[in-house]
């Protein structure tokens, strides 16, 4: 019976850690405001942050293929909706603030050498 106990407990306890460290990537940076906040279409959450004292733009993300925190940002408006870009290496990444049909949706694109290699669908939440 203590053995059960200890595994269950020991289960349960590393369940907690992963969730924790899997959650953080993504969470609140207290210098910072969230500015906009999409859910997409394969699992992938998005959260674009801007620092209070410098103003840079942060990028964060969980979804199936792990987290990524970039920064560094620029934001444009083009055709009358804003696009977030994030570089990281080779890859850029695109978080559209609305489309021309909708502002309450987004799209998220990534591109290597300038090729696109996903685009998924998103809805700000």
């Known amino acids: 019976m203590k053995t059960l106990l200890k595994t269950s407990t020991l289960l ?3 369940t907690t850690c992963i969730s924790a460290t899997f959650s953080l990537k993504a969470s609140a940076d207290s210098t ?3 500015i906009l906040s999409l859910k ?4 992938y ?3 674009v942050w801007k620092k209070h004292s410098s103003g840079e733009l942060l990028y964060r993300s969980t979804g199936s293929h792990g987290n990524l925190s970039l920064g560094k940002g620029t934001s444009k408006a083009t055709e009358g909706v804003r696009v977030y870009k994030f570089r990281n290496s080779n890859y850029e990444y695109w978080v559209w603030d609305g489309t021309l049909d909708s502002q309450q949706s987004g799209t998220l694109e990534v ?3 300038n090729n ?4 998924k669908a998103c809805t700000k939440i």
Do not use: V
């Open 12 to 14: 349960l306890a590393l």
């Open 32 to 34: 910072a405001d969230l």
């Open 40 to 43: 997409c279409q394969g699992g």
């Open 45 to 47: 959450n998005i959260n």
């Open 111 to 113: 591109y290597k050498n």
């Open 116 to 119: 696109i290699q996903l685009q």
